[in-house]
């Protein structure tokens, strides 16, 4: 399993943008499948955006659609989440997880990397 380290979170203000890194060692993250999750005080965790292998598969929440683009540099063993036009609601603790080849669950998780948007 790879060991995932986010970075790239922060205190910014409504209409703000943020760049989340996620770096992998310990393996080729391009065997896995990478995704950003988040959980917000007193809130279930909840999907944000994911990537496939190769990045050209991408799929969203509903509610960042248009603002959030998912991406990933397979030879800096590194994945992203772009965040734009940030609204105070997408404060929360940014997670993210991988899932080996066809696996169906993320079973590698990182310590998350916190986002505060304020109004």
């Known amino acids: 399993q790879v060991h995932l380290v986010e970075s790239g979170g922060g205190l910014v203000q409504a209409g703000s943008s943020l760049r989340l890194s996620c770096t992998a060692s310990?393996?080729?993250?391009?065997?896995?499948?990478i995704a950003w999750f988040r959980q917000a005080p007193a809130a279930e965790r909840e999907f944000v955006a994911q990537?496939?292998?190769?990045?050209?598969?991408?799929h969203y929440l509903d509610s960042v659609k248009g603002r959030f683009i998912i991406s990933r540099d397979n030879t800096k063993n590194t994945a992203y989440l772009e965040m734009n036009s940030l609204k105070p609601e997408d404060t929360a603790l940014y997670f993210c997880a991988a899932a080996y080849l066809g696996a169906p669950q993320y079973d590698c998780w990182g310590q998350g990397t916190q986002v505060t948007v304020s109004s």
């Open positions: 310990g393996g080729a993250i391009s065997m896995y499948r």
């Open positions: 990537i496939n292998w190769t990045g050209g598969y991408r």
